[in-house]
């Protein structure tokens, strides 16, 4: 993937795995969830391996609009509502110690990799009344933020929520210092993690096998179907950008509301890097077409419509494309992978918050680890009760997943489950409808959770 981030960092390279290794953990995946928790089992005095299938950052990490905010949309009136108020509170905790936390390693140990302190803000076009009553719960879990008519956006809105003392920065320079001091070993591919049943796994990829007492999947999507079903439990969701010379510098940054958190979700993103303007939005689900609300195509034809509408002597200088897992609370999944593997544990579904909730799954993990409790963490339990609401979401999953693995009609096969593919014009490559799997047209695995190309044949 081919982000500004991509084109303004030279990465430390590493070399693959050469045969057979013994470790005490081993994390799979060098994005900044996996990076962050070697970092922290690091300084805990913990040695962990950490394989990577290609580059460290080459994954989510270098698509990210790299946003440090504990204002995730419209979370807190939902949490409250669903989970009520004190694990809604430990949710917004985490948030913001992540936030602060990214600042004090940034402070503290020097790390070159442009960080900014600014504002996070939402906006409606719409409808105000949301963002009261977000502010109103966000307030009563100890985030202030403010509520007020007008920004410096180039098109009215009803209304903005800032929320201050937020951040953003270049998340590929961050991983690269964080990464400094870690064994990785990249274009190491896993394949399977098979468990002996007593206390240790083998962790098995193309240029060997790990042995380890701990497994930690920060792989996005994890590929391992049973235990965990994971799959059942989470979809995802594709997001267009484009960057913009000419186009308005923005003091913070923005994302609007409407339709945000269902599918499909348009809310647009507004966020200045350096002298240039990164546009986001038009989102759908991976493996359905881009469209708006009166069911013309989108993607990035769409966010170059609306740059020439506001920024009309604006240029593009590249685009690009990030998924993002969604699960069915819109909560992450951050603890122990299964009750039947208590030695492996699990970071994903940050949806659109990847930043902050890598953190808090290096945070969460590391401790775990360490043999520390971490009750304050039962909000992201991967096996904490979903309610009603999510149960939806998990019936729409299942009933596409069925559709697609039931299809008669003969056309390309993803190699995770074998739903059928969809073919997406915009960026030449076949998507997954049913988990994200991604593919280019000559059937080379992009992205999981497949771990196999696609048959040639």
């Given at each position: 993937?081919k982000?500004?981030?991509?084109d303004?960092v030279?990465?430390?390279?590493?070399?693959?795995?050469?045969?057979?290794?013994d470790?005490d953990?081993?994390i799979i995946?060098?994005?900044?969830?996996?990076?962050?928790?070697?970092?922290?089992?690091?300084?805990k005095?913990?040695?962990?391996?950490i394989?990577e299938?290609?580059r460290i950052?080459?994954?989510q990490t270098c698509?990210?609009t790299?946003?440090?905010?504990?204002?995730?949309g419209l979370i807190?009136?939902?949490l409250?509502?669903?989970?009520?108020?004190?694990?809604a509170?430990?949710?917004?905790?985490?948030?913001?110690?992540a936030v602060r936390?990214y600042e004090?390693m940034?402070?503290e140990?020097?790390l070159?990799?442009d960080?900014?302190?600014c504002?996070a803000?939402?906006?409606s076009?719409?409808?105000?009344e949301?963002?009261?009553r977000e502010?109103?719960?966000?307030e009563?879990?100890?985030?202030?933020?403010v509520?007020r008519?007008?920004?410096?956006?180039?098109?009215p809105?009803k209304?903005?929520l800032?929320?201050?003392n937020?951040?953003?920065?270049?998340?590929?320079?961050?991983?690269?210092e964080?990464?400094a001091?870690?064994q990785?070993?990249?274009?190491?591919?896993?394949?399977?993690?098979?468990h002996?049943?007593?206390g240790?796994?083998?962790?098995l990829s193309d240029r060997?096998?790990?042995?380890?007492?701990?497994v930690?999947?920060?792989?996005h999507?994890?590929?391992?179907n049973?235990p965990?079903y994971?799959?059942a439990?989470?979809?995802q969701?594709?997001?267009?950008v484009?960057?913009?010379k000419?186009?308005?510098?923005?003091?913070?940054?923005?994302?609007?509301?409407e339709?945000?958190?269902r599918?499909?979700?348009y809310?647009?993103?507004f966020?200045s890097?350096?002298?240039?303007?990164?546009?986001?939005?038009c989102g759908?689900?991976t493996g359905?077409?881009a469209?708006d609300?009166?069911g013309?195509?989108t993607g990035y034809q769409?966010?170059r419509?609306?740059?020439k509408?506001w920024?009309k002597?604006?240029?593009?200088t590249?685009?690009?494309?990030?998924q993002?897992?969604m699960?069915?609370?819109?909560?992450?999944?951050?603890?122990r992978?299964?009750?039947?593997?208590r030695d492996?544990?699990?970071?994903a579904?940050?949806g659109k918050?990847g930043?902050t909730?890598s953190m808090?799954?290096a945070r969460?993990?590391s401790c775990?680890i360490?043999?520390m409790?971490v009750p304050?963490a039962?909000?992201?339990?991967p096996q904490?009760r979903i309610?009603?609401?999510g149960?939806?979401?998990?019936a729409?999953?299942?009933?596409?997943a069925?559709?697609?693995?039931?299809?008669?009609?003969?056309t390309?096969?993803c190699t995770h489950?074998g739903?059928?593919l969809?073919?997406n014009?915009q960026?030449?490559?076949?998507?997954?409808?049913?988990?994200g799997?991604?593919?280019?047209?000559?059937?080379?695995?992009l992205d999981?959770?497949?771990?196999?190309?696609l048959?040639?044949a």
């Open positions: 993937m982000s500004i981030w991509t303004t030279t990465l430390q390279k590493r070399n693959p795995l050469k045969g057979d290794l470790a953990v081993v995946g060098a994005g900044l969830a996996g990076v962050l928790t070697g970092y922290m089992l690091k300084e005095g913990i040695s962990a391996v394989l299938g290609d950052g080459s994954g698509g990210t790299a946003k440090i905010t504990s204002q995730h807190y009136d939902r409250i509502r669903m989970y009520g108020r004190e694990k509170k430990h949710y917004a905790g985490f948030q913001e110690w936390e004090r940034v402070r140990h020097k070159d990799c960080f900014v302190k504002n803000n939402l906006y076009c719409t409808d105000e949301c963002l009261r502010a109103k719960a966000a009563e879990l100890g985030i202030p933020m509520y008519r007008e920004c410096e956006l180039p098109f809105v209304g903005v800032t929320c201050e937020q951040a953003r920065f270049h998340p590929l320079k961050f991983l690269n964080a990464a001091e870690l990785i070993f990249e274009k190491t591919m896993v394949k399977k993690v098979l002996d049943g007593q240790k796994s083998r962790v060997g096998v790990v042995t380890a007492k701990k930690v999947f920060a792989c999507f994890p590929f391992v049973a965990g994971y799959f439990r989470m979809y969701s594709k997001s267009y484009l960057a913009l000419g186009a308005q510098k923005l003091d913070g940054y923005y994302l609007g509301t339709l945000l958190g599918e499909p979700s809310g647009y993103s966020r890097e350096g002298e240039l303007l990164l546009l986001g939005g759908h689900r359905e077409a469209k609300g009166t013309e195509n769409g966010l419509d609306r740059a509408e920024w002597d604006s240029e593009e590249v685009c690009w494309s990030a993002d897992c699960t069915l609370d819109s909560v992450p999944y951050i603890g992978f299964s009750a039947a593997r492996w544990y699990v970071a579904g940050f918050w930043m909730q808090v799954s969460i993990i775990m360490e043999g409790g304050e039962d909000i992201f339990s904490r309610p009603a609401a149960l939806k979401t998990f729409r999953n299942q009933k596409t069925v559709k697609k693995l039931v299809s008669t009609e003969d390309k096969r489950m739903c059928k969809s073919w014009p960026e030449d490559i076949w998507e997954c409808p049913c988990h799997s991604c593919f280019d047209r000559d059937g080379n695995l999981g959770p497949a771990v196999k190309p048959d040639k």
